[in-house]
């Protein structure tokens, strides 16, 4: 059998399988006959390729005198290879030069069954949003689809831009004889541009929750019936720029919902925010410390929850995290004269020291706590000087009780003093530690030194003795009280700027003091 292929002068010879014989000029035509007529009556297949259109017409001739049986003859042109490729017939009212300046001889990707040519190009293109039944609604697609470049590209392919403002044309005469105000409103952003439609679907975002004359103030009257479509927001971005008129008018709001008579009941504000703006958070963080909410875990959690989002932002992760120190605590239970050391400890930790915490954080800070805390008091100044000397639970004792367990460790060993750092953000820093694989062995809390200054306190926690040394240079000393007691190898660091120029290990332990 011969076949003879007539390739389009647009089209690679690599678009066919290989040929026994390519003509591609005229001059070539009388060798190719008599190699195809020989072909044909030694009954052996041949496999022509001819590149000029007027050798083309004469092998034309040649295959209908002999006929099929001998000879198939087939034109391949950029229409029938564009067909081969997507499985789908394309219409005849496109030219070559078109699919060329189109550039659809790229089109690789085989149709769905039933899928028609126009079909096929918006959904290689743009996505199935203008193809698919209620497509206009999967605004979540559109936007992870969209890349601006490529949108571009293709609406610079001339069949591809008429196939689009053709079923453009055609989707806005159905909406608008359906009546469909909130579809005809997405198609007519998209229709102006992607980033229209990306910027308008993050202001309703925002305002999705917001009473409805919020909405129609920014977005007009398509604002209630776009909320009727419970649209699907959780892909489209939260974008603030450009949307300045919606982040005023939603302060406005909040402004005014501030005022006592104004007042919405917090579950009904946690309804109506969206949770992606920092001036929501600040205004829900104003209600709650005025003290006149009553603040549970699980009020804390859904606020969290909401405003996920924006724990990105340092400021606004710090916040959030801080909310857990606004949930109502009772006051402590009345403390007994009679308790030893670790009793008072407990009862300060558990009961005292959360309670003072959240009237700090609520600004409900009055007389009543400083009573409280004036049991303590006076039992600690009644005890001091018995517990100075013997009891487990003082400060100076603190590194001074962990010399043995110093002595049997084998690695470096790492003491960092914290100076001033309140009980209260321990948990914060206890969760930054973990971030870098520190985690916590124990945990003691200890009597401090009287007076709890820092030239008292720390000198004393620091060399693990009652009385402070005289000098104010802590390098020597410690260094030195530490060498001998532990027959360690010992560097004082007086701050985090030297900790970070050591480069390589040359002592046993370090003693970081570390304040700012």
């Given at each position: 059998?011969?076949?003879?292929?007539?390739?389009?002068e647009?089209?690679?010879?690599?678009?066919?399988?290989?040929?026994?014989?390519?003509?591609?000029?005229?001059?070539?035509?009388?060798?190719?006959?008599?190699?195809?007529?020989?072909?044909?009556?030694?009954?052996?297949?041949?496999?022509?390729?001819?590149?000029?259109?007027?050798?083309?017409?004469?092998?034309?001739?040649?295959?209908?005198?002999?006929?099929?049986?001998?000879?198939?003859?087939?034109?391949?042109?950029?229409?029938?290879?564009?067909?081969?490729?997507?499985?789908?017939?394309?219409?005849?009212?496109?030219?070559?030069?078109?699919?060329?300046?189109?550039?659809l001889?790229?089109?690789?990707?085989?149709?769905?069954?039933?899928?028609?040519?126009?079909?096929?190009?918006?959904?290689?293109?743009?996505?199935?949003?203008?193809?698919?039944?209620?497509?206009?609604?999967?605004?979540?697609?559109?936007?992870?689809?969209?890349?601006?470049?490529?949108?571009?590209s293709?609406?610079?392919?001339?069949?591809?831009?008429?196939?689009?403002?053709?079923r453009?044309?055609?989707?806005?005469?159905?909406?608008?004889?359906?009546?469909?105000?909130?579809?005809?409103?997405?198609?007519?952003?998209?229709?102006?541009?992607?980033?229209?439609?990306?910027?308008?679907?993050?202001?309703?975002?925002?305002?999705?929750?917001?009473?409805?004359?919020l909405?129609?103030r920014?977005?007009?009257?398509?604002?209630?019936?776009?909320?009727?479509?419970?649209?699907d927001?959780?892909?489209?971005?939260?974008?603030?720029?450009?949307?300045?008129?919606?982040?005023?008018?939603?302060?406005?709001?909040?402004?005014?919902?501030?005022?006592?008579?104004?007042?919405?009941?917090?579950?009904?504000?946690?309804?109506?925010?969206?949770?992606?703006?920092?001036?929501?958070?600040?205004?829900?963080?104003?209600?709650?410390?005025?003290?006149?909410?009553?603040?549970?875990?699980?009020?804390?959690?859904?606020?969290?929850?909401?405003?996920?989002?924006?724990?990105?932002?340092?400021?606004?992760?710090?916040?959030l995290?801080?909310?857990?120190?606004?949930?109502?605590i009772?006051?402590?239970?009345?403390?007994?004269?009679?308790?030893?050391?670790?009793?008072?400890?407990?009862?300060?930790?558990?009961?005292?020291?959360?309670?003072r915490?959240?009237?700090?954080?609520?600004?409900?800070?009055?007389?009543?706590?400083?009573?409280?805390?004036?049991?303590?008091?006076?039992?600690?100044y009644?005890?001091?000087?018995?517990?100075?000397?013997?009891?487990?639970?003082?400060?100076?004792?603190?590194?001074?009780?962990?010399?043995?367990?110093?002595?049997?460790?084998?690695?470096?060993?790492?003491?960092?003093?914290?100076?001033?750092?309140?009980?209260?953000?321990?948990?914060?820093?206890?969760?930054?530690?973990?971030?870098?694989?520190?985690?916590?062995?124990?945990?003691?809390?200890?009597?401090?030194?009287?007076?709890?200054?820092?030239?008292?306190?720390?000198?004393?926690?620091?060399?693990?003795?009652?009385?402070?040394?005289?000098?104010?240079?802590?390098?020597?000393r410690?260094?030195?009280?530490?060498?001998?007691?532990?027959?360690?190898?010992?560097?004082?660091?007086?701050?985090?700027?030297?900790?970070?120029?050591?480069?390589?290990?040359?002592?046993?332990?370090?003693?970081?003091?570390?304040?700012?």
């Open positions: 059998m011969i076949y003879i292929t007539l390739l389009s647009h089209l690679e010879d690599s678009t066919v399988q290989v040929a026994n014989l390519v003509i591609r000029d005229q001059g070539e035509y009388v060798r190719a006959y008599q190699r195809i007529a020989e072909a044909i009556h030694s009954n052996k297949d041949l496999d022509v390729l001819v590149r000029d259109k007027t050798v083309g017409r004469w092998l034309k001739v040649m295959a209908r005198r002999y006929g099929p049986a001998y000879i198939q003859l087939e034109e391949l042109n950029i229409q029938k290879q564009i067909q081969k490729q997507i499985g789908l017939d394309v219409p005849r009212e496109f030219s070559e030069q078109q699919l060329l300046d189109s550039g001889l790229d089109l690789k990707i085989p149709a769905l069954p039933n899928s028609s040519f126009e079909d096929y190009i918006l959904e290689i293109f743009f996505g199935n949003f203008l193809t698919l039944p209620g497509g206009l609604r999967r605004v979540g697609d559109i936007v992870t689809g969209y890349d601006r470049e490529q949108w571009q293709a609406l610079n392919r001339p069949i591809v831009r008429e196939i689009y403002r053709k453009i044309r055609q989707l806005r005469k159905e909406l608008q004889a359906a009546g469909e105000i909130a579809e005809l409103q997405i198609l007519d952003w998209i229709d102006a541009s992607p980033d229209t439609l990306i910027q308008n679907l993050a202001a309703f975002k925002l305002l999705s929750g917001y009473p409805d004359a909405g129609r920014v977005l007009g009257k398509s604002f209630a019936a776009l909320k009727k479509l419970n649209l927001l959780h892909k489209v971005p939260a974008v603030i720029s450009g949307n300045e008129k919606v982040i005023d008018e939603i302060r406005l709001y909040l402004e005014g919902k501030s005022r006592s008579d104004s007042k919405l009941p917090i579950d009904e504000l946690l309804g109506q925010i969206s949770g992606f703006l920092e001036i929501e958070f600040d205004h829900l963080q104003e209600r709650l410390t005025t003290g006149d909410i009553g603040i549970t875990p699980e009020l804390i959690t859904r606020i969290k929850s909401k405003f996920q989002p924006l724990s990105t932002i340092p400021r606004l992760n710090q916040a995290a801080d909310l857990d120190t606004l949930i109502s009772e006051p402590p239970p009345a403390p007994d004269e009679n308790w030893q050391a670790g009793q008072w400890i407990d009862w300060a930790t558990k009961y005292y020291l959360p309670y915490f959240w009237l700090e954080n609520t600004g409900q800070l009055d007389d009543q706590i400083g009573e409280i805390a004036s049991d303590y008091a006076d039992w600690l009644q005890h001091y000087g018995q517990l100075i000397y013997h009891s487990e639970h003082m400060a100076w004792k603190a590194i001074h009780n962990l010399q043995e367990s110093f002595k049997a460790h084998a690695g470096p060993i790492l003491v960092v003093v914290i100076d001033n750092l309140n009980a209260k953000f321990y948990p914060e820093l206890q969760s930054r530690m973990q971030q870098r694989g520190f985690y916590e062995h124990s945990l003691s809390y200890c009597f401090s030194m009287l007076p709890s200054c820092t030239e008292v306190s720390k000198k004393c926690l620091l060399t693990g003795h009652y009385a402070p040394f005289a000098e104010s240079a802590y390098q020597g410690v260094e030195s009280i530490w060498n001998n007691r532990l027959g360690k190898k010992t560097k004082y660091l007086g701050n985090i700027g030297e900790f970070r120029l050591i480069t390589k290990r040359e002592h046993d332990i370090y003693f970081l003091n570390y304040y700012h």
